[in-house]
């Protein structure tokens, strides 16, 4: 047996080639050899970018003697979490039912038909940090499965009954979900909210933009201002942040501290997209200059760094260069002042530069001290000291880039820079949208619309998932509601057709994450759980709600409130990872549709739609067109028209809409109206 990594596509995967470790890559005919030698399988799962994957890589996987224990009494199989979060999904569920926390490295034991029994994440070479060495746990786990087959036989059947109990979601009462109901739940997620530091919850900290965008609903709704609070201070702690790139732009995945200073470097593409599209959001009210700043810059390094050579995004960026995670970003005191010269002191002092480190003696530049931004000249002033540290910077060693392109992530991203490109008026940013959905629909689609979860180096691989369905579907209506070019509402339509053919589950409702005529595995998972990623049966819900409202269509309405019902079983036992099924609710049940009628090149048209920039409206639903006679005979606009001869918006909500506005005076009094917050 040999190491078969070698003709894999994934850089993760292709990282660890050249181990002594006889990896396999997952597969049935691994499995029928972990089979036919009686061994248990090993699954290592991480991904490219993952700080602790390369740690445990370098301690383990790298060294003889522990890949010649690894090869003897194990099949060892290695996974890329990206290019098979099927997989991971199942496994990292197992792994918490054995009360341990998740996360990357995934250490899993399985026996040869892939069902768990036992496992961890990252595991020192010898016994430390009150872990198990890794050469004992081989050991034990080898002893255990040749002499002790009836302790794995118990763990496996335990988790393999508590995982499809799990799949199966709660039974019981099912309560009813209303905007009451949603405005109780987010003052329970503001109730975790960090009041010294911003965020949700304490160390480490994760950006989670679907809970903020939950609480900032409800202050849309309700008018309560401590809401708003809690997500502009969460949001500006990370724009100011060490979490932060303040000389290339773009945010790490997390900060390991309370602060938000010490990120793990990695920089995801879905995190920047979940970001920045919040931060859009909360910009049509606020018009914060540190939210739009960070948009351009966030949005200028996806452009420059992870826009690969056909047009989509590249999927990160390692934390570690030289094999020191950080090391590309963070300064000594010593460099700054020999490169800024007389302008150091004030540089430092302002990003937070101390003469012993403010982490691991060494410097990441944040601006925690100074949140707010300073005056317009002192701003200007230090924009050219920036440029040129990251100019020095181009200089050091960057960390790897995992070119593959992930359908799912790249899904969000396009509907981002869709957004982002319309409100600033940045065309640019919506023709790099519309080239990455060429790219997803060019590599990674087969002509029946069927879609590959990841393609690179010319290879679309893995089927599809769920994720990969909804947030394309999001996508193509974000496009279609941005450009109003027809093709993108029908490509959203193609997708939703074949998730209700091969994702759909008849008996409970809701969507399955993986396709009826997928590779099978030892669960098919369903669930509305938000993850590192939104939940896809979270983002489809928005997506059915607007194929209702843009066409009329029954179905999508039908299925959407089947789901609702299905996932709202969840709430009584944990609402916390339901907030996008909770968020695309509202838009469900609380949707403004914008119908704009005239031709969408009139300069008035374009005043209507710059309207808009003024109110944030995330159940907003924008169409344009020159007859509502193509609109459902049963839709509320439908017949209305231009008046006077003018092009004309029209705000409904439900059956009902408003009067026409052909004037920008008369369409700011109907959004102000419709906007007017709740009772504070």
């Known amino acids: 047996m040999k190491n078969l990594l070698g003709k894999e596509t994934s850089p993760y995967l292709l990282q660890h080639q050249d181990n002594p470790v006889h990896w396999q890559p997952w597969s049935a005919e691994t499995l029928a050899l972990a089979k ?30 522990t890949a010649a224990l690894m090869n003897e009494k194990f099949i060892n199989i290695k996974v890329d979490r990206e290019e098979r979060p099927d997989i991971d999904q199942i496994y990292q569920s197992a792994l918490a039912l054995l009360g341990e926390q998740g996360g990357w490295p995934l250490t899993m034991f399985l026996n040869s038909n892939g069902e768990p029994f036992w496992g961890g994440t990252y595991f020192p070479p010898e016994n430390a940090y009150g872990r198990p060495g890794f050469t004992n746990v081989l050991e034990t786990i080898s002893e255990i499965f040749k002499n002790e087959p009836e302790k794995v036989t118990k763990n496996r059947d335990a988790l393999k009954s508590a995982l499809q109990n799990l799949n199966l979601g709660p039974g019981g009462e099912r309560p009813k979900l209303t905007l009451d109901v949603l405005n109780r739940i987010a003052e329970r997620y503001a109730g975790e909210a960090d009041p010294v530091y911003g965020g949700i919850g304490s160390a480490p900290k994760f950006p989670q933009t679907y809970v903020l965008e939950n609480i900032w609903r409800s202050y849309l709704r309700s008018g309560v201002t401590a809401l708003s ?6 949001l500006g702690a990370m724009a100011q942040g060490g ?12 900060s390991t501290d309370a602060r938000w200073l010490a990120p793990h470097f990695e920089k995801m593409l879905y995190d920047n997209a979940q970001i920045l599209d919040l931060c859009l959001t909360v910009h049509h009210e606020t018009k914060s200059e540190l939210f739009e700043a960070r948009i351009y810059e966030t949005i200028e390094w996806v452009l420059r760094e992870m826009v690969t050579a056909d047009g989509g995004f590249a999927a990160t960026i390692d934390a570690d260069s030289e094999g020191v995670e950080g090391k590309f970003y963070v300064w000594s005191r010593d460099e700054l002042e020999e490169i800024l010269g007389d302008h150091a002191p004030h540089f430092m002092e302002v990003y937070g530069v101390l003469p012993e480190g403010n982490w691991e003696g060494t410097n990441i530049l944040n601006r925690l001290a100074y949140p707010d931004p300073l005056d317009t000249e002192s701003e200007a002033a230090l924009a050219p000291l920036r440029q040129k540290l990251f100019e020095h910077r181009q200089s050091r060693i960057a960390p790897s880039l995992d070119d593959k392109v992930l359908t799912d992530w790249n899904g969000l991203m396009i509907a981002a820079l869709a957004r982002a490109g319309q409100y600033f008026g940045e065309a640019h940013w919506i023709a790099a949208a519309e080239a990455a959905f060429v790219a997803i629909t060019t590599h990674s689609m087969e002509s029946d619309g069927r879609l590959y979860h990841s393609y690179r180096l010319g290879r679309a691989q893995h089927s599809g998932l769920l994720d990969d369905y909804a947030n394309m579907s999001r996508a193509a209506l974000t496009l279609y509601e941005v450009t109003g070019k027809a093709f993108y509402l029908e490509r959203a339509e193609q997708w939703v057709e074949v998730l209700n053919a091969h994702f759909w589950d008849k008996n409970g409702g809701g969507y399955f994450y ?14 509305a759980h938000d993850n590192a990623v939104p939940s896809g049966n979270g983002v489809i819900l928005e997506v059915l709600a607007k194929l209702h409202l843009l066409t009329g269509a029954r179905d999508p309405f039908e299925k959407a409130t089947t789901m609702v019902r299905h996932f709202s079983a969840d709430l009584g036992r944990n609402f916390f990872p339901l907030a996008t099924l909770l968020n695309n609710f509202e838009t469900l049940v609380n949707a403004r549709q914008v119908i704009i009628v005239g031709p969408r090149s009139d300069p008035q048209t374009i005043d209507l739609i ?10 907003r639903v924008l169409n344009i067109l020159e007859d509502t006679a193509t609109l459902p005979f049963d839709h509320p606009a439908q017949g209305k028209g231009m008046v006077g001869g003018k092009p004309t918006a029209y705000l409904c909500t439900g059956p009902v809409c408003s009067a026409p506005a052909n004037t920008v005076p008369d369409f700011v009094a109907l959004l102000q109206e419709a906007t007017a917050h709740g009772p504070a």
């Open 36 to 65: 036919r030698e009686g061994k248990p399988i090993l699954l290592s799962v991480g991904y490219a970018a993952c700080h602790w994957c390369h740690v445990m890589a370098h301690e383990s996987f790298e060294k003889e003697e």
């Open 610 to 619: 710059n309207t808009l920039k003024d109110y944030s409206l995330p159940t």
């Open 243 to 254: 979490i932060y790139d303040h000389l290339g732009g773009g945010f790490a995945r997390y």
């Open 514 to 527: 993986t396709a009826d005529d997928a590779e099978a595995l030892i669960l098919r998972s369903k669930n």
């Open 229 to 234: 609070d809690v997500v502009i201070k969460a």
